[in-house]
């Protein structure tokens, strides 16, 4: 079981020496924020950075990690707006990698949902269990008011913000299926972001993309 760590308590024996920072990365999902923000509403993506590693929550269409990781502040398809710094952790890199494993198992791709179960809901999971507080208000607020957020999502963002395309399945090196991902977006190849999917133990590997 993983306990609770907060930016207090330890750090005020050692001053912080050795800490991770814990970061709150947050995207716009649409330019209608640059008007909604500033009265404290807002159609976001977001996830948490440590160790120079940025995890968030998508949707695929398989029973399993819908975690992901890509680089800090980079997430293709959203536009970075801030971070908020939410505290402190005395994991390793290695202990939180497989904190996030851990974790991932609670949320699936095919459970995401833009209303009850998006990537703020699980940034705001990871943060109650590693400082013991929530995410701030704001970056979720449009989903707790419910029906009301699809009034103001476009079209092409009311189902989902992330998706997987599957191509084909392919094996790996130790024999297990996996699936190969392909975009629809018509930007080149070459400059796409591909970002992979955390995985638990006895899980498949999934790639995915943002489109």
């Known amino acids: 079981m993983w306990s609770l760590m907060s930016s207090s308590g330890k750090e005020q024996n050692n001053g912080g020496i050795g800490r991770a920072q814990l ?26 950075e440590v160790h120079g590693t940025e995890y968030a929550f998508g949707a695929h269409e398989y029973p399993t990690s819908g975690v992901f990781e890509v680089e800090p502040k980079s997430c ?20 939180f990698r497989l904190f996030m494993e851990h974790l991932a198992a609670s949320f699936h791709g095919d459970t995401y949902h833009l209303i009850a179960k998006n990537c703020n809901h699980f940034t705001e999971e990871v943060c109650l269990r590693l400082t013991g507080k929530p995410i701030p208000g704001w970056v979720n607020r449009l989903a707790r008011l419910g029906s009301f957020c699809n009034c103001l999502l476009p079209e092409s963002i009311q189902v989902t913000a992330v998706r997987t395309l599957p191509d084909h399945p392919a094996c790996s090196e130790d024999g297990t299926e996996s699936i190969a991902s392909s975009t629809a977006l018509e930007s080149d190849e070459e400059e796409e972001m591909d970002h992979h999917l955390l995985t638990t133990q006895n899980s498949e590997q999934f790639s995915v993309v943002i489109v």
């Open 76 to 95: 293709p398809g959203f536009v970075y707006r801030r971070s908020v710094w939410l505290g402190t952790t005395d994991m390793s890199r290695t202990e």
């Open 23 to 48: 970061y709150l990365n947050v995207y716009d999902l649409t330019p209608v924020n640059n008007y909604l923000y500033w009265f404290g509403f807002g159609i976001f993506h977001s996830g948490i």
